[in-house]
């Protein structure tokens, strides 16, 4: 009897492990990093809430060739540390096949060489640094990248006849430098003065800059940073009586929640307009304030273009290691995203229109593509 016993113990036992192990094969695994407290807690959680919308649309289609999709979220709190330990984890104990991640540059910086070593495919859906996916041939991204956006913010500035212009530039921030960079060099080319005065992320007050700007009396003013620190500057600048025209990035996108009256008909770069009439844009956002409840930004669009690339790239890999996803995704290319139509560059970098948008009665605006 008790031979028996061990016996069927051992029967349940291997078919339990074999079930188990049909049902992992069964599985795609995705990881996401994203600040979902702390100080870019709104960009991270609205790139989840677009990649959650998106997965659940394909796992509710019936997965990818039969399989669901598993979602792996960690919330780094915009910490480059526990960007790192997040990644860590997912790739040696989680085996994840693919990371959506991270938000911001920096913590994207450092866990994107993890990514090249680990030979596991990783996509940014709103980093901005250059460095991010240079000379690592498994790291994309689905944003445009800092140069981009600020030579075409530039650009932009130029055709709307400011000569002048006032930058003030995060020094203590890849983000803001990279875009200040290039602005800086387009708009050199095309003959706007320039002045540029510079912070870090631990200053608080800026008015002793803001008066030298004030004195300056420049046409206009180019704030490339992250809405919660450009709330600051502009109320500070509203209070000193400065007056111009506001341009800034797409970090900029977030500022209507708490500072849209005092960013009244400032204008910043985008890849997404409530306003944009085309249908997968409006079927994104009528599901986006379906499920959550309330307006989608720019980087909840950029969410859900990611996971639409990594569905188009495991569709057509041959297998789900990483060197076949990687494959797939350099060959994905002419899709029509809610941020416009993907082309990646050699460098695995989206060439997009630009779409800037103006802050209008607390609403973000289309102004136009450019």
């Keep these: 009897m008790k031979k028996l016993f061990l016996t069927v113990l051992l029967i349940i036992i291997f078919v339990v492990s074999c079930g188990k192990k049909t049902a992992d094969t069964n599985v795609i695994k995705i990881g ?18 677009g990649v959650e919308l998106k997965v659940d649309a394909i796992n509710n289609a019936g997965g990818i060739n039969g399989k669901k999709i598993e979602l792996i979220i960690a919330d780094s709190k915009g910490d480059v540390q526990e960007s790192v330990n997040a990644f860590k984890k997912m790739v040696s104990q989680d085996k994840v096949n693919v990371v959506i991640g991270e938000v911001v540059s920096a913590t994207s910086q450092a866990i994107s060489g993890l990514a090249q070593s680990a030979k596991v495919p990783l996509i940014s859906a709103t980093a901005t640094s250059l460095d991010v ?8 991204r689905t944003t445009f990248t800092d140069p981009y956006q600020g030579t075409a913010t530039a650009k932009y500035a130029k055709s709307k006849g400011v000569k002048s212009i006032a ?6 921030n890849d983000y803001s430098v990279g875009i200040a960079n290039a602005f800086k060099e387009q708009a050199a080319k095309d003959g706007i003065t320039i002045t540029e005065e510079k912070y870090t992320n631990d200053d608080k007050d800026f008015k002793a800059i803001l008066t030298k700007v004030k004195g300056q009396n420049p046409q206009a003013i180019f704030i490339p940073d992250y809405y919660n ?10 209070d000193l009586g400065i007056n111009a025209q506001y ?12 500072f849209g009256a005092v960013a009244e008909g400032a204008i910043f770069a985008s890849q997404f307009s409530p306003e944009d009439k085309a249908e997968n844009v409006q079927k994104f956002i009528k599901d986006y304030k379906s499920k959550f409840n309330k307006e989608p930004i720019m980087f909840a669009a950029l969410g859900y273009d990611t996971v639409e690339i990594v569905e188009a790239a495991l569709k057509s890999a041959k297998d789900l290691t990483g060197p076949s996803i990687k494959e797939a995704m350099n060959a994905v290319s002419g899709i029509d995203l809610i941020t416009g139509k993907l082309k990646f560059d050699a460098n ?5 229109a630009v779409t800037f948008i103006e802050v ?10 450019f």
């Design 133 to 140: 996916t240079k000379g690592k041939d498994f790291v994309f």
């Design 360 to 369: 209008k009665g607390g609403k973000l605006t289309l102004k136009e593509k």
């Design 229 to 238: 620190t450009i709330g600051l500057i502009i109320s500070q600048a509203k």
């Design 348 to 352: 695995r970098n989206p060439e997009k």
């Design 32 to 49: 996401v990093i994203a600040p979902l407290t702390g100080n870019y807690a709104q960009y991270g959680t609205a790139v989840k809430e």
């Design 247 to 258: 341009f800034g990035g797409d970090g900029w996108d977030g500022i209507q929640t708490n």
């Design 167 to 172: 930058i003030l530039t995060n020094s203590s």
